[in-house]
């Protein structure tokens, strides 16, 4: 199964579910991540990202951030939003229907809350919604 994780910037929370899914799902799950807007293409995910997901036994230094495109519909069976306004911008995208059902919120009620502008309980906070997730996914799809 081939899953896209989906944030704003690619910098923090979808490298972070990347990197949990990743080690989680072991050879069933091919992942990857993207973010909706451009701005941060090329760079590493965020210091204190990395940070929190080291602490966790992840590595997720090598990652470099991209951006979404409507090919990725093509590409992958899962696309996970990690807020309702990724949701909306990943389905802007959609070309129909069967696009349109790949696409779901990473957390059953509610978003991820974006952690760039706080401080590190954010991250940790970010580091165990997404890690209660796609162990609950996982679990469900065996
Ligand atoms: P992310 O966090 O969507 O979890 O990668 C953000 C990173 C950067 C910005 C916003 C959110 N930014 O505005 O630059």
């Known amino acids: 199964m081939k899953i896209l ?3 704003l910037g690619n910098i ?12 989680l799902g072991g050879n069933k799950i091919l992942v ?7 701005y941060h293409i090329g760079s590493q995910p965020d210091k204190r990202m990395i940070k929190m997901a080291f602490e966790h036994g992840i590595d997720i230094s090598k990652l470099r951030a ?8 093509d590409l992958f069976d899962v696309i ?3 807020d309702s306004s990724n949701y909306r911008n990943i389905i ?3 070309k129909d229907d069967n696009d349109k059902q790949k696409v779901k ?4 009620n509610g978003n991820v809350p974006d952690p760039y502008y706080g401080g590190d309980e954010g991250f940790e906070h970010v580091y165990q919604l997404l890690h209660e997730a796609c162990q609950n996914f996982l679990d469900n799809i065996e």
Not at 14 to 20: H, L
Not at 32 to 38: H, N, R
Not at 66 to 73: E, K, P, T, V
Request: glycine letters at 8%.
């Open 92 to 94: 802007s995208l959609a």
């Open 32 to 38: 990857d991540s993207a973010g909706t807007a451009g």
């Open 105 to 108: 919120m990473i957390l059953e």
């Open 66 to 73: 991209r951006q979404f495109q409507a090919d990725d519909f």
């Open 80 to 82: 996970f939003a990690m």
């Open 5 to 7: 994780m989906v944030c």
């Open 12 to 23: 923090c929370r979808s490298p972070m579910a990347e990197g949990i899914m990743r080690k």
